[in-house]
Structures are given as structure tokens and as C-alpha cells.
């Protein structure tokens, strides 16, 4: 009973000791981090009309001008033609491949996350609607 | 031309095997009334896009090809093509060669409309040499045709902003980029159209071809042309005018005081309608029922040709659709405009297809 209050003392310490409050951002901070995602939403933008994405020179931007009919707030849905749920960068991943001719990204892939960043950032505002069609 | 009755059309076609995706029936509209009625087609935005060497986007290539080999089953035989601009990608001799080619399998004559993605490289050049002039007019069984060249823009972007061709056309063709500039037919054209039409007289059916639609849609796209109403106002005083453009790649159509306007899908791609684009308003007529969303795994969705009768000098579009109904966009001269023959009522329209 002695050993775990003293535990649980020194945990609560810990949380509590000056410099490690994990709640409190500062603008600075705020500031950084919105830095950090427009820069990747940035990159998106870039590659979204970036013919050297895929193979064939053709870019995303030729078909989905402002990443139009993307519909990121629709996903993960299932998909007909894959037979199951999918995620959004499967379907930017279907796209890679085929009217791309390129090779598909990773899910975590740099690359990957920026595209994802610039559909959703060009949709912002519109209702969340997971699985719809 | 001698009357042709549906048979004969369905014997036509029957040797070539593309039956089903024909606008079979309408072929007896346009041939009512012998002598008065002809019909064209009207292909548009190819986008043959280089890649290296020999090789060209498979797919944009695909879509030429299909749209040339049907219209050349058309029976009876179209009258003359339009073709309505975009032929290239990035404006190079190699693409508008290339296309040209294809184009070059086309029986009958053909018209051309300069696009921006033909034009902006060597403003123009190559693209003359090819095809003629930039703009024209000719007379046909009683209806005045005119082409515009309405892709041009402010001479400070085309002469002054970029420090290369390549980049001038780059900038140009990114269809949401900032950087573009709102396209014109400009003073000089307008002055030439002026003078062209003072010639004919007001009761004339006049068709017009531009690549840009001759009406203010969504300008962050260029669904626009910047000098739209002056056009407008020359083609105001003709009892019957039809305005025809490319550039949108989707199925448009609206009436400006007597003006219809109809426009092509393309060969290439579709695109999505301006209001599905979250961050934008646009001014897309509501006359038009919209077309289905695209099937991204089947690559022809939603691209095709047109079937044009001209009748009475009106004209009734028929949109060849490859995954969906021909849909057949009509003057109507009980309400005055042209309507989907038979999506125009909401409870009339199939559901948008719902599981892409
Ligand atoms: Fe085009
Ligand atoms: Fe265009």
C-alpha cells in the first residue's frame, strides 16, 4: 500500500512539473504547426498538377481541377468496383494507376499525405459524410 | 441527298458493328423535311498529349480514334465535322500533328475552332498552317456559320508576362490555375464579326462556333469569355441563333434572349460542374440537367461526341454518350429555348448513377 502511493506521488509530479504541460500551446506553437500543414497542403497543390506524378505526363489537375469530385468527406466508403471499403488514398491510388500510368504511393507515403491534404483542404466546410454515395 | 428511312440507316451501320451506341432514331427527325434539314457532328477536345518519342496518352488517343471511327458510320452522312478545339494538349507540332492524323481518317469535310491548348504555345502558327484561318464564316443550305477564335486574351499576358512559350502555354493550360487569363474574341474580331453579319439578313439562321462559351459561367475555370455580352449584343438583332463551344467538356445549354447555347463533351475527359467545387459560385445556367458522375474505371465515361440536326434553322443535339443514353438537347419553340428532350422535368430524370 506504501509502494503504490509512492508510486502514484511521483506520477503525479511528474505530469505537474513545470515545462511538460501538454495542453498549453502557445501561439508560437500554433503558429508552426498551421505553417507546417499549409506547406503540405502547398506541396498537394504542386503535385496535383505535377506531370511527372505518374508515367504519361497527364496530371490529377487535367481531371479534377481544385481537386473537384474528389469527395474526401465521403470517405472511407465501399467501393463497387474494388468489392469492399475503401480509404480515399486507395481511390488516389486507383487514379496513380490508371489515367496516371504510374505507380501506386504508400498510404504514410510524404507524397501521399500532401495529395490527401489538398483534396480535403479544398473541401473544407462541406459536411462529413462518411460511406455515402 | 436522297431521303433515307430508318432502314436504310440501320443497314448502313449494320456492317460496322457499332449499332447500339448510335442516335438511331433521330436521323428521321432531321430528314422530316428533305431539302431544308442537314445534319453535322461536332467533335471536340481531344487533348493528344505527348508523351515521348512515338508515344502518346493511350487514353486521350482512344478517345479521337472512337469518336472518328463512329461518325464515320453516321448514315446518312453528316454534311460536313466541326471540329470544336483543344485538338492538342500542350499546343506542339508533334501533338497537332498527331492529331491531325486522326482527324485525317474523317470522311467529309471539316471545320476547325481554335482552342487554348492549340494556340498558346506559337500563338496560333502551326495551328494555321494546318487548318486555316482562325476565324471565318461560310453559308450553308441557308444557314450562316461563323467561327471565332475566343481563346485570346490581354496582349500584356500573351506578348508580355512569361519568359518562355513553353511556360506561356504551361500557364495557360491549367484549367484552375491563377495565373491564366480570362479569354476574348477581342476588338478586332468583333469589328470583322460586325462587318460579316451586316451582310446577312436578320431572318438567316446563324450558328457560331467558339471554343469558350460566349456567356459568363465560372471564371476561376474559364467557363468564361471576358467580352461575352458585346458578342451578344452583334448576335442580338437574328431572329435564330445558335451559339456551339467546347472547352467545358460536359453537357451546357441555355438561351440568352434569342441566343441558344449548347456545348460539347469532350473526347479526352470530363469535368466536373463548377458547383461541385466547394470554394467557388459559378452562374451555371439552370436550364442544364447536369450529366452523371463519371465511372473512374471505365475510362470513356462520359466523354463522347455530337450529332447535330439542323432543322428549321434550329438545332437539336444529340449527345453520344458511351457508358449512358444518348441524350438529345432540342430547341423547343413552345417554351424558347433549348430543353433535354427528355430529362428536362426533375421527375422525368433518372437518378444520378450512385455507386462511384
Ligand atoms: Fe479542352
Ligand atoms: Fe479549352
Known sequence: ?133 | MSRQTRRSFLQGAGTAGAIATLPLSLVEVAFAKPGQNFTFAYISDSHIQHVEGSKFVRNWDRGLIRAVAEANLLQPRPDFVMYGGDLAQLGTKAELDHGADMLGSLRGKVHHVMGEHDYYLDLGEYWSKLFGPQWYSFDHKGVHFVVLNSILTYDEWTYERWPSAEQRMLEMAGLDNPNGSPFMVGDRQRAWLAKDLAKVAKSTPVVVFSHSPLQKIYKGWNFWTEDAEQVQQLLAPFDKVTVFYGHVHQIQYNQIGNISFTSAMATAWPWPYPETYAQAESHLPKLTVHMNRADPFFERDATGWQFIDVHTGRAATHYNLYNNKVRTVAFDAASGRPEDTAYQAPGARIAPQSHF
Open chain 1, 1 to 133: 500500500m506504501r509502494a503504490i502511493t509512492l508510486v502514484l506521488t511521483l506520477a503525479v509530479t511528474a505530469i505537474a512539473s513545470p515545462g511538460l504541460h501538454a495542453d498549453e500551446f502557445t501561439p508560437e506553437d500554433l503558429a508552426r504547426w498551421q505553417a507546417q500543414f499549409e506547406g503540405v497542403v502547398a506541396e498537394g497543390r504542386a503535385l496535383w498538377g505535377d506531370g511527372k506524378l505518374g508515367r504519361n505526363g497527364v496530371a490529377c489537375g487535367q481531371c479534377h481541377p481544385n481537386a473537384a469530385n474528389t469527395h474526401p468527406e465521403t470517405y472511407p466508403k465501399f467501393q463497387k468496383q474494388l468489392g469492399r471499403v475503401a480509404s480515399l488514398w486507395e481511390m488516389i491510388n486507383w487514379c496513380l494507376r490508371n489515367p496516371l500510368e504510374g505507380e501506386p504511393l504508400a498510404a504514410d507515403d510524404p507524397k501521399m499525405v500532401a495529395l490527401l491534404a489538398y483534396a480535403t483542404w479544398e473541401r473544407r466546410g462541406v459536411k462529413l459524410e462518411p460511406g455515402k454515395h
